[in-house]
């Protein structure tokens, strides 16, 4: 079974990374004719049936991605479409935006019907509109929307929109212009919502996302409180809930067959009720009743799927282990649902899964064990898996809480016991139409919630409770390595001398190497489509300017790259400038003037506008402003902020969108000199980087901040040519992502790293030494 799952999987990945569309037909075809030859070949047999498997796999993949495609097909880009459609699920409701995911069925464009029963799921956008309060699951509504695929940015920290997609199985994303509500289809689940949304808890947020796995009105501050202290995998359901669920409904039932009296004549048989399955199938149908309540997500089928393949394999007399137990269990989710593969919640569930096996050893405890030694073998095996978890927290969530241990041990039990029970009970309470009482059991279930929460923002706001990536340096990394190496004795105790000397060898590697290799200063040319978008790094502090472009009410570069490419660097922002006022560069500057209060700001819309003669020295990086020569607060493309930076002898020049009548005067009155670097003016449009300016500055190197297939036509071929014969280098943003030009005294290097390389050609690196 082993090598026949790793087939079956091998074909579905590999389908699914296909450049090519595989014909269904075909693959169909080749399998039937493998199947009828099996009988003839008995030498090869086994070879064949693994090549079935293979072609299986195949067909699986192939299938999912045909469907996607021709629904891709069938919805028109950018344009507005006419659309009867059904609410699934909302992700979240805010004072601007609501994002929400819908299944469409009858589409038209204007007055032409473009298909009748399309079953198509998007993500929606709706912005301002105060109806939109109203949505709940289950609504079908009237609606005019416009679609098209998500734009992926290619930066550190940048999240991939178009795979997040591709795992949900959503077809597009697009935006809402106006809905009418036609009729409600009432489920389970819309039932338990509108319930809860007529309630008056504290914490109906995490209620709704124990009872439905609907986290959209949980507030930010509780949210950020609970993951800060460990405790993210209880704010939704996940293999934990399915698990207590399903333990509490089995033993429930095996401790009451077990006290049945031994008269009558159907109790005489009560050894033998207790010998069969009855007590596990019925908490396996309960499990799966919950996990349709949760709306099947994939942690929750990951978990119900595990407890079948244990119970039916001990049914079935098979001694398979556990670990093969997971790989079963991954193989056939990915079969079921290839998009899963592509789901980092799947493979975080899935590896949390598979750190609870690695520590399973140690919950094998003698049963005369006291009270003291459980409790001492507990918090071992809490700081075990946190020194495991922990490099995946860091990876998913950008850190990983130091508290967990001690806030698990303390809520989690009450979770189980309390919080999580009363909650099922209100939401059968609910769907029984028994709303008072449903409420009653949820202002319950809350009350502990109510007294924790003091506690877990007080854990939240020690100094050590939370280490982010923005903390982690490489004696972090020793730390770690030397705790987990203190609590693996008792594990692998034959290795143990062999690990200490591996891990000693390799942290002492990455030590000198990552202090050998660091760059004194980095220069980041962000990719953010047709906007611009820098920032200059220095000793984990960083200068920003330009803040990207600004799309939607709560949508900007600022959110969506800027952001988490900070956080990605572990960076801290202590200055923002502004070019100029224009949108592709100014983006959402109040957003970011609001949460970045405490930074300098200058330039263009700032009380510190640019005027040639301004300088200053930060970090060791002279700086001075070369234009305009008058300040000007709502500065336009010709009053641009031109920078000069120096470090070392390494110069750069940031020119923001002037032309060519601006690059005269600074030439002409010899404002501008030979520079390394060049950061192209208005993303290299034909009305800019003249041959003057590329003679008095002969840059080494011109970068392009610039989107792919944009409509304005840039950068222009000529603009493009001229800075070849210059004697320049030349790198866009719209053909290999983020830009880092890593900057010592004396040399500049260019690199793309092949994580964020949008081509299939290999990485850009150059290097120039003075």
Known sequence: MGYSSFTLLAGTVMALYS?????????????????????????????????????????????????????????????????????????????????????????????ELITEDCQCRVQLYWYEDRSRNILSPGQQYRAEIKLKMPTTYWNQGSERPARYLWAKQLVKQGYVREMQLTQVEPSVRWRVYRTFEATELEFVGMLQALAIGYRGSIPFEQRDVWQRNGLQHLMAISGLHISLVAGLIFLTLQRGIARLPHKGTFLRNRERLLLTPVAAVVALIVALLYTSLAGFAI?????????????????????????????????????????????????????????????????????AAGWTKRLLQTIYLQLLFLALMGPLSLAVFGGVSLIAPVSNLLVVPIFAFWVLPLTLMGAIAAIAWADTFAANLWWLAEQPLIVLQ???????????????????????????????????????????????????????????????????????????????ALVIERDNAAWLIDLGRRFHIGRSHFESVIDPFIKQRRLRIERVSLTHQDADHSGDWRTAKARLSAVDWSGALTQKPCQAGQQGVWRDIQWQVVWPKQARAAASN???????????????????????????????????????????????SAFSLGSLMLKATQPQLTVVSVGGANNYGMPDKYTHQRVLESGSEWATTADYGQLSIEIDAQSWTLKTPLLFDKTNAKSYSSTSQQ
């Open 454 to 532: 003091p506690l877990l923002e007080w854990l939240a706001r020690l100094p050590i409770g939370w280490l982010g990536t923005s903390s982690i340096a490489i004696e972090s990394v020793l730390l770690w390595a030397f705790g987990l190496l203190l609590l693996l004795p008792l594990w692998l105790m034959r290795y143990y001398w062999l690990m200490i000397a591996v891990s000693g060898l390799l942290s002492a590697g990455f030590l000198l190497l990552g202090r050998w290799h660091q760059p004194d200063v980095i220069f980041h040319v962000l990719d953010v489509g047709q906007a611009q």
């Open 299 to 367: 942690s929750a089928q990951r978990a119900w799927l595990m407890l079948l393949l244990f119970w039916g394999q001990r049914w079935l007399g098979l001694t398979t282990r556990n670990w093969k137990r997971l790989w079963h269990a991954v193989v056939i989710l990915i079969v079921i649902d290839p998009g899963s593969w592509h789901d980092i919640g799947f493979w975080f569930s899935v590896l949390a899964v598979a750190v609870i096996l690695l520590c399973q050893w140690g919950w094998r405890v003698n049963s």
């Open 19 to 111: 450049t090519h569309l595989i014909e269904t037909w075909l693959v169909a075809l080749v399998i039937v004719v493998a199947i009828c030859a099996v009988p003839f070949c008995r030498h090869t047999r086994k070879l064949l049936n693994q090549f079935i498997l293979l072609c299986i796999g195949i067909l699986i993949g192939t299938h999912f991605v045909s469907n996607l495609a021709q629904q891709h097909t069938q919805l028109p880009e950018r344009q507005w479409l006419s659309v009867y459609l059904t609410i699934e699920h909302i992700d979240y409701h805010s004072d601007k935006r609501s994002r929400f995911v819908a299944s469409l069925s009858r589409v038209l464009h204007g007055n």
């Open 638 to 684: 010709s009053s641009s902020c031109v920078y000069r930076f120096t470090y070392g002898t390494i110069d750069w020049l940031v020119t923001g969108d002037i032309g060519f009548a601006e690059e005269r005067i600074l030439v002409e009155e010899k404002r501008v000199g030979d520079v390394e670097i060049l950061v192209a003016p208005h993303h290299g």
